[in-house]
């Protein structure tokens, strides 16, 4: 069984950076690609981040683009988002994915990111 345990939120300011950690239990290569979704209060859960397998990313939220970026370590089986310039719309939980080739997806628990004005 996948496991991918969130790590790295917290209650921060506008403005300030947080770094949140994914780690899975298994190669992260093996999946297709892994990202980060976040769902803030009342609102639909959105993608933030993919990386593929093959190294390729994608940003799907302009909103975070230039401030967030996704990246991995393959040695660690470790996916990371680093957050900069914080904004209050960026509170939320967030969540790490990794999809099979078969095209399922794994979630983690979610880790809560407060961003204080």
């Known amino acids: 069984q996948v496991q991918l345990v969130e790590s790295g939120g917290g209650l921060v300011q506008a403005g300030g950076s947080l770094r949140l950690s994914c780690a899975a239990s298994?190669?992260?290569?093996?999946?297709?690609?892994m990202g980060w979704y976040r769902q803030a209060p009342g609102k639909q859960r959105e993608l933030v981040a993919q990386?593929?397998?093959?190294?390729?990313?994608?940003y799907a939220n302009d909103s975070v683009k230039g401030r967030f970026t996704i990246s991995r370590d393959i040695n660690k089986n470790t996916v990371f988002l680093q957050m900069n310039s914080l904004r209050p719309e960026d509170t939320a939980v967030y969540y790490c994915?990794?999809?099979?080739?078969?095209?399922?997806?794994?979630w983690g628990q979610g880790t809560q990111v407060t961003v204080s004005s």
């Open positions: 994915t990794a999809r099979n080739i078969l095209g399922y997806e794994y």
């Open positions: 298994t190669d992260i290569l093996s999946f297709l690609a």
């Open positions: 990386y593929y397998s093959r190294g390729s990313v994608d």
